[in-house]
């Protein structure tokens, strides 16, 4: 639909005189359309959202006997199908991973694609790239702890990777 036919509709839908209800309700929903679109474009789809991870920080601190290195664990929600972005972590950045309920599944590196359960752990070395870390039930929840042993000022701990022709 053009700009002028987007602006036309609203035209109609504010100043419906001369209309039938029904001919404003169609109007309506040809101009709801392009504005769906919009939203979903910039990136407020609520469905999408809800698909997303949960990540929040269970304890950091100082290594007493390591200069210059923290310890930080975070536990990662997924509700059932849900994904994180691929990512990297931080260069510096050693990570245990335990799952603590559910079923992840997760690839790094060039390593293949493994299901982890309940109970089940992996690491990943310093500066590793995570391709699919997801939750492998589209019923059931999962969540896992990360415990990073990172350099004191690296941050941050994990950045998404770049869209393609993005800067």
């Known amino acids: 639909m053009s700009i002028s036919g987007f602006a036309y509709r609203i035209g109609v839908l504010s100043n419906p ?11 309506m929903q040809r101009a709801s359309v392009p504005l769906i679109a919009a939203a979903i474009a910039l990136g407020a789809p609520p469905a999408i959202a809800q698909e997303r991870e949960q990540v929040k920080v269970a304890f950091e601190h100082a290594l007493p006997n390591v200069a210059g290195k923290r310890i930080v664990a975070v536990t990662v929600t997924y509700p059932p199908g849900g994904k994180s972005l691929a990512h990297h972590h ?21 390593e293949p694609a493994k299901v982890y359960h309940q109970g089940e752990g992996f690491y990943e070395m310093p500066g590793s790239h995570h391709s699919i870390s997801e939750n492998a039930s589209a019923t059931e929840p999962a969540s896992l702890l990360a415990i990073f042993v990172v ?6 701990l994990t950045s998404p990777d770049r869209a393609p022709g993005s800067r």
């Open 17 to 27: 005189r001369g209309m039938t209800a029904k001919a404003a309700r169609r109007a």
């Open 151 to 156: 350099d004191s000022k690296d941050e941050p």
């Open 90 to 110: 931080a260069a510096s950045a050693f990570i245990y991973a335990y799952v603590l309920s559910g079923v992840i599944r997760s690839q790094v590196g060039n």
